[in-house]
């Protein structure tokens, strides 16, 4: 055995082995010997990403791909790794590339898929998932991913038929019961109540059975109109799962007042950012109709939307250059003062090129960039912002009720009612400095104006983005674009007043909330 082929084999047994720190030793080390190999550069890349070193697994598996451009697991892993670093734009031109080369290998197609669905690329992350079932037919999770991109290109009937069989494959695959509850307004007729109340019985001690079929009853309940049943199954859903607890209060706290701070009410912000106009952001809290604003909208021609983009913090990030998170930085205002605006607004612009050729204006609906506001406004002088308002009330019983991304600390707080009311207070006052700091850049609308006062309050949307009227934004409901959200089916329908008011149904349990609220000053008039 040469010298050579004996590293290749203690590379290969690196990598079966999963250790990383070796694979990434010796494919340093073969590259030079092997120049014209693929498998080093892979494997490397492959060790990079598992380490979190995500620009030099991108660097190196870009490499693999160019040196085997017909490999699709190369392909796939360099999609993967992009869209890790949020460079989606280049993660779904790759993966592209690797779905036409036909891979067939389930554990790839699944990769593909989740590319995709990150993408925003909703249709190709169902051809992808179909495939993987079709390779895997008995694989419950296999049939609840391709359930969740049928859910989001509107696909009900079929997502159901997925999930039910995913169950049926698994009856422990519990958050495809949470799912399913999610799917439809449950009837008397048609529930899942008791065997969702059976499962919860026999997995007492399970916390992810008890987290996601409790939600799960909570929604069928409260569907029912049992509203004290359903407040209960929320509330024990939520103590079984593990979070910060009240170290992510103050965490959010403090980190709303380092905002204040860098963006102080009365300085003079010159707008020194990249030119261009077509990003709208619509920003809120979650849970507060920013997607119904979203449909109603790109029903406009002018409009696209697209969806949650993670783009602008990814980026802004990637402009600091920091290891911690930027808005946890306790140095954040002199942060602010370093950052190059126009190179963030223009790597922003950047990544979204993709999305503006789609129409004069794009939507970027990411509740929480109202964080960012103040960073926004900075890099992107001629962006428009619109923050819609809800009910004080309604808005954290929405969170309370609702189970949001775990591999985020950004909603932590929705894990304890009254977290949730501290977390509105701080948004709510976030959004009053914004108003100062910010003076006439952010635009703020109420829900309850949206449903009860439609086209007067789209008028003044349309006019603040400089668009003319279109009587296609009064019929949302026949938008017929993806929705990549819970409840899909509650946005695809006619505007509905019914959600306003709905924290009245739960009146008793929500007293401490309600007091908590006034005495921060965030209830709203006439709660």
Known sequence: MTALSELQARLIQAFNRHDWAVVKQLALQLQPLAPTDAMAPFMGGVAHMQLQQLPEAAHLLGQAMQLEPARAEYAVEYAKSLALMRRMREAQEIAQKALALGPVHPATLNTLGVVFSQAHAHALAVEAFRRQVAALPNQAQARFNLAYALTVMGDEAEAERELEMCIRLDPRYWQAHWTLAQLRRQTPQSNHVERLRTLLAQYPGQAAAQLYVNMALGKEC???????????????????????GKQSAQRDEAMFKRLMQSFPAGAEHIADGAHGSAPIFIIGMPRSGTTLLDRILSSHPAIYSAGELQDFPAT?????????????????????????WTQLGERYLDATRAHAEQAAHFIDKLPHNFLYAGFIARALPGAKIICL?????????????????????????????LDTGRY??????????????????????????LIDAQEATIRTLLDFCGLPWDDACLQSERNA?????????????????????????????LEELRQLLAEQGALSPGD
Request: hydrophobic share 40%; with cysteine.
């Open 389 to 417: 308002r809800r009910d004080a009330m309604d808005t954290c019983l929405g969170n309370f009720r609702h189970l949001f991304e775990r591999s985020t600390s950004y909603y932590d707080y929705s894990f304890d009612l």
């Open 424 to 449: 509105y207070a701080g948004f709510d006052r976030l959004m009053a400095h914004w108003q100062q700091a910010l003076p006439g850049r952010v635009l703020e609308v109420a829900y309850e104006d």
């Open 222 to 244: 409260d569907d029912l109109g049992d509203y004290p049943a359903a407040f209960e199954h929320y509330r024990r859903g939520k103590a079984a799962a593990s979070v910060a």
């Open 316 to 340: 802004l990030q990637r402009v600091y250059g920091g290891a911690t998170p930027i808005l946890l930085d306790p140095d954040l205002p002199a942060r602010v003062r370093q950052l190059d």
């Open 481 to 509: 674009a993806p929705v990549n959200t819970p409840n899909a089916w509650q946005v695809r329908a006619p505007v509905y007043r019914t959600a306003i008011g709905r924290w009245r149904h739960y009146a008793p349990q």
